[in-house]
T-cell receptor
């Protein structure tokens, strides 16, 4: 079956622009996670959803970052007024239920802020 | 102290060797543990979950040591195709679904 998909795969933004990154989780997966991965580092937790509820957003680095999942399926991560330090790969993952379940990752969106 | 720590490596070992990585975690209430494999410029892929009793999948063996708060991954008879970065992942807290990843251990298998 289809895995997690993300779009766009690559995004170049000028400093100060807003960007929106999309994630389509595996059908039927309740939980959805966003991570930020810098070069040479592991994925850093940003936020997660259970269905449409955002249960933890403690990893969002600033109030310029905003995530939503209004119908409990597709999710969008929005970054306002992008800065160079936002350049990273943004990974989305989904899991069937919540606690203890394996997460399946999408291919990521590589964001470069110039 | 970081919540999840790994030796970054790189580990450079000959084909056929046995190699082991450890990953330490700080939260004693953690209940779920995983090893992921990540190839260069690709997404992490689940390698195996780590169970209390330890588990084995072919050449790969994962173990959990709750007393010392670490998990380990052993790869036997390593293949060239095992070259990758290995990430450990641990949930934080007994009821949270927040998964924290280590920075990864780079493994390079040479012919």
């Amino acid at each position: 079956g289809a895995g997690v998909s993300q779009s766009p795969r690559y995004k170049v933004a000028k400093r100060g622009q807003d960007v929106a990154l999309r994630c389509d989780p595996i059908s039927g997966h309740v939980s959805l996670f966003w991570y930020q991965q810098a070069l040479g580092q592991g994925p850093e937790f940003l936020t997660y959803f259970q269905n449409e509820a955002q249960l933890d957003k403690s990893g969002l680095p600033s109030d310029r970052f905003f995530a939503e999942r209004p119908e409990g399926s597709v999710s969008t991560l929005k970054i306002q007024r992008t800065q160079q330090e936002d350049s990273a790969v943004y990974l989305c993952a989904s899991s069937l239920v919540l606690l203890g379940d394996e997460q399946y990752f999408g291919p990521g969106t590589r964001l470069t802020v110039t | 102290r970081k919540e999840v720590e790994q030796d970054p490596g790189p580990f450079n070992v000959p084909e056929g060797a046995t190699v082991a990585f450890n990953c330490t975690y700080s939260n004693s209430a953690s209940q779920s543990f995983f090893w992921y494999r990540q190839d260069c410029r690709k997404e992490p892929k689940l390698l195996m979950s780590v169970y209390s009793s330890g588990n084995e999948d072919g050449r790969f063996t994962a173990q959990l040591n709750r007393a010392s708060q670490y998990i380990s991954l052993l790869i036997r008879d390593s293949k060239l195709s095992d070259s990758a970065t290995y990430l450990c992942a641990v949930n934080i807290g007994s009821s949270a679904s927040k998964i924290i990843f280590g920075s990864g251990t780079r493994l390079s298998i040479r012919p």
